[in-house]
């Protein structure tokens, strides 16, 4: 079935301790999205790919940082987690931008200790 | 950039009544209305959504209303279920590249 994949699950780093995480796809969809969510909130859009075309929300702090190496893989990297970044991270794809149904992957639950 | 509203932010049924959450959004331009459905731990998932050219659209217990002229579109669950309880999300894209959601309600179906 094709689908959008999260690797870790869950993770845990320590405080300041750069982390990776990642995202891959069998959908071929030309978007992918990386979202914050913490708790009882909405997913907070951090940035997104068209792509090769990288577009950064501008309250996205430069904290966090991606990369898609190819249209499969999408990463997003922390450099310096804080507690604060303690969330579920959720990627999502699309065709195409906007008016398109997204879909999410299963996120990834971090923990920053 | 697109603004959405949503009310309420909690909402509580008896099993079998109907629920309905409502959202208001800024951008005219917005043409494209989903909602999400997320269970905890889990991720969002689409379970309907509407285009500009319809005002209503159904699929079983489920349907959504769009009004453009006062700018909000509302999601109905008829005969709510025990597994109906989760957060909902309204979302819009306005002429953005990106869809801005709702805050989120999240609905409780009691026995």
């Known amino acids: 079935d094709a689908m959008v994949i999260q690797n870790p699950r869950y993770q845990v780093t320590q405080f300041g301790k750069p982390v990776t995480l990642s995202c891959s796809q069998t959908l071929n969809h030309n978007v992918m999205y990386w979202y914050q969510q913490k708790s009882s909130q909405a997913p907070k859009l951090l940035f997104h790919?068209?792509?090769?075309?990288?577009?950064n929300e501008a309250d996205t702090p430069d904290n966090f940082q991606s990369r898609r190496p190819n249209t499969s893989f999408c990463f997003l990297d922390i450099r310096s987690p804080g507690l604060g970044d303690a969330a579920m991270y959720l990627c999502a794809t699309s065709i195409r931008t906007g008016n398109y149904e997204q879909y999410f992957g299963p996120g990834t639950r971090l923990t920053v200790t | 950039g697109e603004n959405v509203e949503q009310h309420p932010s909690t909402l509580s049924v008896q099993e079998g009544d109907s629920a309905v959450i409502k959202c208001t959004y800024s951008d005219s331009a917005s043409n494209y209305f989903p909602w999400y459905k997320q269970e905890l731990g889990k991720r969002p998932q689409l379970i309907i959504d509407?285009?500009?050219?319809?005002g209503e659209k159904k699929d079983q217990r489920i349907a959504v209303t769009l009004n453009k002229t006062a700018k909000h579109f509302s999601l109905h669950i008829t005969e709510t279920q025990p597994e109906d309880s989760a957060v909902y999300f309204c979302?819009?894209?306005?002429?953005?590249?990106?869809?801005?959601f709702g805050t989120g309600t999240r609905l409780q179906v009691t026995l």
């Open positions: 790919y068209y792509d090769k075309d990288f577009n």
């Open positions: 509407i285009r500009s050219n319809v």
């Open positions: 979302a819009s894209p306005g002429t953005a590249s990106k869809l801005t």
